[in-house]
């Protein structure tokens, strides 16, 4: 099978050369097209768990989802049924868990391949929409991270900030959506006929045949045969969802060359009476073993400057679990890190990083944190160089987020350089609460190092930002 990088070039190729223009749009159904899954069932689950459904509201959903399934009511009927509880309710409740449900469920299934897509469109300065029958409260979070602008949508009627209960007619589903897209169009003077749909529902059918290109994307079987006989380009994706066996297979072989490498590891630090020789071998192994059995390509840009200006504070963006093998497979050896207290806990991890100097802190007590950091500076200035994400914590989407000035502080105490590691796409292989690693190519752009022999108290937040932002235009945000 092709990498993920493969497929995603492959997958552009049509969008590269297309013309340029907003009066070209692109259109995106959500769930599994931008999704692998349906964000209605990580809603539903989630007000549920939460308690904030009656029991009532719980039974009309579960009847109405039933009878539409069944195909005795229409999709309308539906969401009239199920909507009908939200009389009297703020619109603010809906905002709140929209954004939860997509912190928590909906984040980490964005397919890869569909961020490849919206964001080749948006190169060539296309306007981009999610087309959805889903709400804006599934929908917004994601459209607002994946840099989509227009949202259209099954809206809910509201009145002063307060659900009615009515469902504003006609509703975004089959021929709704049609109407949404030329809706759109005549707003803002888009040509259809040069224009794409990507949607995995032979329901979109409409929407499908008004515009020029269209692109069923994970197509359910109708949609795959009608694709079939229209002779439309189909793609499918696998990079979310159910992990395949093989995928299962190889994370099993990452985990179980743990124990080689470690002992590899501890021989030669015997044998040399060094234990920093013993952590560099291990680390080093298990980094290469790791990455080669899970099919991850790492691609470094930039490599030089790894090496050129040691011992250096390497900050890097917390996307996967996998980042600290890959920082362990760049920068080889004479490396520590910062890591939660959480970790020095983990039964087969917490000794692993504790025999390597990882410096644990207690993320709840700032105070705490800080004076911990002391052995940090210490390990600089006897020559080991230091990992550290600013942002603290791995993130649920390629996003930046705010930089926190511990690896700074630490920098300006040891009077080491910093050296940015950008990752581009680390998400790809393993994102936040991942078990299984896809094969993937990930790329990682390695800035030139950055004295901060002239930083100050008064200019350091100043200076986090500068840096702050070299990561953003790295990553084209």
Not at 206 to 234: C, Y
Not at 450 to 463: C, G, H
Request: charge should be positive.
């Amino acid at each position: 099978m092709a990498s993920l990088s493969t497929r995603k070039a492959r997958l552009i190729e049509h969008i590269v050369s297309a013309p340029r223009g907003a009066r070209v749009a692109a259109f995106f159904d959500l769930d599994q097209t931008l999704l692998a899954g349906f964000s209605a069932t990580s809603f539903f689950r989630e007000r549920l768990l939460s308690g904030r459904m009656a029991p009532r509201e719980i039974a009309e959903s579960l009847l109405g989802g039933l009878s539409f399934a069944a195909g005795r009511t229409g999709f309308s009927g539906f969401m009239a049924a199920s909507t009908a509880a939200y009389r009297g309710v703020a619109e603010s409740m809906l905002q709140e868990i929209g954004e939860e449900v997509f912190e928590k469920h909906l984040a980490t299934q964005i397919y890869p391949e569909a961020r490849a897509l919206v964001e080749a469109h948006r190169q060539r300065g296309h306007t981009v929409a999610i087309v959805s029958s889903a709400t804006r409260y599934q929908a917004e979070p994601l459209a607002r991270d994946m840099g989509i602008r227009h949202v259209l949508c099954t809206e809910l009627e509201v009145e002063d900030g307060v659900f009615t209960g009515r469902v504003v007619h006609p509703t975004c589903y089959g021929e709704g959506k049609a109407i949404a897209g030329r809706t759109l169009a005549a707003e803002l003077g888009l040509d259809l006929e040069r224009s794409y749909f990507y949607t995995d529902s032979a329901e979109d059918l409409p929407l499908l045949e008004a515009v020029g290109n269209p692109h069923p994307l994970n197509p359910d079987s109708r949609l795959a045969q009608i694709a079939k006989e229209r002779q439309w380009p189909v793609r499918r994706f696998h990079s979310r969802g159910t992990p395949t066996l093989t995928e299962i297979a190889r994370t099993s072989l990452v985990y179980a060359s743990i124990l080689p490498s470690v002992g590899v590891g501890a021989a030669a630090g015997l044998l040399n009476r060094s234990r920093r020789e013993g952590v560099n071998v291990a680390a080093g192994l298990w980094a290469d073993l790791a990455t080669s059995l899970s099919g991850v390509d790492l691609r470094v840009e930039g490599e030089q400057h790894l090496w050129s200006h040691r011992p250096a504070v390497f900050i890097f963006n917390h996307q996967s679990g996998l980042d600290p093998i890959l920082l362990f497979k760049m920068l080889r050896r004479d490396l520590t890190g910062v890591g939660k207290q959480e970790l020095l806990f983990n039964p087969v991890f917490g000794p692993m990083f504790a025999a390597a100097g990882v410096v644990f802190i207690d993320r709840a007590d700032t105070g705490k944190a800080i004076r911990a950091l002391a052995p940090a500076v210490q390990a600089l200035r006897e020559g080991v160089s230091l990992a550290i994400a600013p942002e603290g914590t791995r993130s649920l989407t390629p996003r930046i987020g705010r930089f926190k000035k511990g690896a700074f502080h630490i920098a300006m105490q040891a009077k080491a350089p910093i050296v940015p590691v950008v990752f581009k796409n680390a998400l790809d292989a393993l994102p936040k609460d991942a078990m299984v690693v896809r094969p993937s190519t990930v790329e990682a752009v390695v800035l030139k190092p950055i004295s901060t022999a002239r930083w100050t108290q008064k200019n350091l937040d100043a200076n986090i930002e500068k840096v702050r932002r070299k990561f953003i235009d790295v990553l084209d945000q």
